[in-house]
């Protein structure tokens, strides 16, 4: 069973910055993608970024160039580097794996970390 855990969320102010994690354990085949979602309250869960593990990455536009998502692929790590936030980041922040199986492809989640951007 694949499980995933994020940390690094929290309070900062706006034009700060933050660094979420999310490690994943269990067994996981070496063709996926990982990525980070957000849901805001009251609002849909969007898609933030995602990076393949050949290193393909996507973001969104309201992201791009403040937010840089890497991987540790020795580690199924994901991280996701956050700058000059402002207080429409406010979320929960959610990390995504979905997996190739012989079968198709499988998706897990984590549980969700809260960032807040408040003055």
């Known amino acids: 069973q694949v499980q995933l855990v994020e940390s690094g969320g929290g309070s900062v102010q706006p034009g700060g910055s933050l660094r979420l994690s999310c490690v994943a354990s269990g067994s996981i085949s070496s063709d996926y993608v990982m990525g980070w979602y957000r849901q805001a309250p009251g609002k849909q869960r969007e898609l933030v970024a995602t990076?393949?593990?050949?290193?393909?990455?996507n973001y969104v536009d309201p992201v791009k160039d403040r937010f840089t998502i890497s991987r540790d692929h020795a580690k199924n790590t994901v991280n996701l580097s956050m700058n000059s936030l402002t207080p429409e980041d406010t979320a929960v922040y959610y990390c995504k794996l979905v997996v190739v199986t012989v079968g198709g492809t499988r998706a897990y989640w984590g549980q969700g970390t809260q960032v807040t951007v408040s003055s």
């Open positions: 990076i393949s593990n050949t290193g393909i990455v």
